[in-house]
């Protein structure tokens, strides 16, 4: 079953819970789909009124906020202990080389690492563990992830939400636009075909024209 389709199965309070359940998961450093259920239930709200969006997008907003603080001060207690334990249950996410570019990253910008890391699937996991792991001072870190993580929640569910609004009235229009489209194509097609035909008329006559014959000896 289909993400969108098992939400549309459960409660709107639910539907909220989950969002924000799993986008704090995510954010502590578990690889889980955050992003995949938030542009889930953003689609959702705009096909169905149970849904607000913009309560949808607060409680995406807060497990965006909340789990990376988690995720920050697990890694402030637990360093580099925790990224080897991470290493060996998630080898693909957090590998000796993920965790090396991650580290650059954080060692070369700080605050906008952590501000755009909201909007990388990768950084999006380790933003709060190395954060702390990195002693990266709080006030920073906390001002960082306040923003980026309501400009990434609240903003993909905006973004989401209205292109699935207008989606669907254009798909109500489309058998309009469909014929619409079709009587333009014909007449197009038209005006091109006569236009070519009177070009090459001229030519035809100048070739049907008799030539002059040689006389015979």
């Not at 953003?42 to 807060?62: F, K």
Request: charged letters at 15%.
């Amino acid at each position: 079953m289909h993400v969108q389709e098992w939400l549309d199965t459960v409660p709107a309070v639910a539907v909220y819970a989950v969002v924000g359940l799993v986008i704090g998961l995510e954010s502590l450093g578990i690889p889980l789909p955050g992003e995949i259920i938030l542009v889930s239930a953003a689609l959702l709200s705009s096909q169905h009124g149970g849904i607000d969006p913009v309560i949808l997008g607060g409680c995406a907003s807060a497990g965006a906020v909340i789990g990376d603080s988690i995720g920050y001060a697990i890694g402030r207690k637990g360093g580099r202990p925790l990224l080897a334990w991470l290493g060996r249950k998630f080898p693909r996410h957090f590998s000796e080389g993920h965790i090396a570019t991650a580290e650059r990253s954080f060692q070369k910008w700080g605050m906008w690492a952590v501000f755009f890391g909201r909007f990388v699937a990768l950084l999006r996991i380790f933003a709060g563990p190395l954060a702390g792991v990195l002693r990266m001072p709080y006030w920073k870190f906390l001002t960082a992830n306040i923003l980026g993580g309501i400009l990434w929640a609240g903003g993909t569910t905006a973004v989401i939400y209205y292109v699935g609004v207008v989606a669907e009235s254009w798909l109500k229009r489309f058998s309009w636009l469909g014929l619409v489209a079709a009587v333009l194509v014909g007449v197009a097609s038209m005006l091109v075909i006569r236009r070519k035909a009177k070009r090459a008329a001229p030519a035809q006559d100048t070739a049907a024209e008799p030539g002059t014959v040689p006389a015979a000896d």
